[in-house]
């Protein structure tokens, strides 16, 4: 009489690779997220640069050297914060999020897939975005690299938890909506291409406030100055904290 076997269960790190994979690709391949994470930072980008349709106070540095950091602000904002809170909530309310709960992969494995996940979509952006910028007449100090990977890596941690909080708590077709327009909101007031003291009126002291201030001014002051602001980095772990603390009270996984 043969005795049947369940096979085992991959390595944890190989399976939360194979769903990092899995995100990465998920949203590389929606027209709809590659439009908000790969071509709208380039449009913006190009725009900022070869139009004048907007006067900058460049404080001295070439237009293409002071628009860059806050285009991959942006990028680092469409991936962590819009996509990942659509993709996850429509998983949500599809039933996906709560089948694969019950996995070998499992909450923690899940949550670590889609934050890797979000990782690998920012390098392709980055690559992407530094390639534009370069054939621009970008030349980036090379020792300004870990401080602006740093800042990366802040930003994504803040807009990852807001996504999340967002996601688990609203429904789908909400969420759709709201991240579409908290993204508009933050771009064009939020201190992500502009500094917080080149904006208007009240936004200027709201804007560096927020987790969008925070990381424009953390990318600017890390490839223009070489050094992050101490103040930007307490900025984007309050708003870590806060919202990760909040997501992890209230996130419905169904």
Do not use: C
């Not at 590389?28 to 106070?57: K, Y």
């Not at 709560?98 to 494995?109: N, Q, S, V, W």
């Amino acid at each position: 009489m043969s005795v049947q076997t369940t096979p085992a269960a991959a390595p944890a790190a190989r399976r939360i690779a194979a769903q990092a994979s899995f995100e990465a690709r998920a949203i590389l391949r929606n027209g709809e997220q590659l439009l908000v994470t790969i071509v709208l930072p380039v449009l913006v980008l190009v725009g900022l640069v070869r139009t004048s349709f907007i006067d900058l106070d460049t404080q001295g540095y070439t237009r293409i050297d002071f628009v860059t950091p806050g285009v991959l602000a942006l990028a680092i904002m469409s991936t962590a914060f819009t996509s990942q809170a659509i993709a996850t909530a429509f998983d949500r309310r599809n039933g996906v999020l709560r089948l694969l709960a019950t996995t070998p992969l499992g909450r923690t494995g899940l949550l670590a897939g889609k934050v890797l996940g979000v990782l690998a979509v920012e390098v392709v952006q980055v690559i992407v975005i530094a390639a534009v910028a370069l054939g621009l007449g970008w030349r980036p100090e090379l020792s300004a690299l870990p401080a602006a990977i740093g800042a990366g890596l802040l930003g994504t941690a803040a807009f990852t938890a807001l996504a999340l909080l967002l996601a688990g708590t609203l429904r789908a077709e909400g969420v759709l909506a709201v991240a579409n327009l908290v993204l508009v909101l933050l771009t064009v007031g939020g201190g992500v291409l502009l500094p917080a003291a080149q904006l208007a009126g009240p936004l200027a002291h709201v804007a560096v406030l927020l987790p969008s201030g925070a990381l424009g001014e953390a990318m600017r002051g890390a490839l223009l100055h070489g050094s992050v602001p101490a103040f930007s980095v307490v900025i984007l772990l309050g708003w870590t904290a806060a919202l990760g603390a909040g997501a992890a009270r209230l996130f419905r996984w169904h």
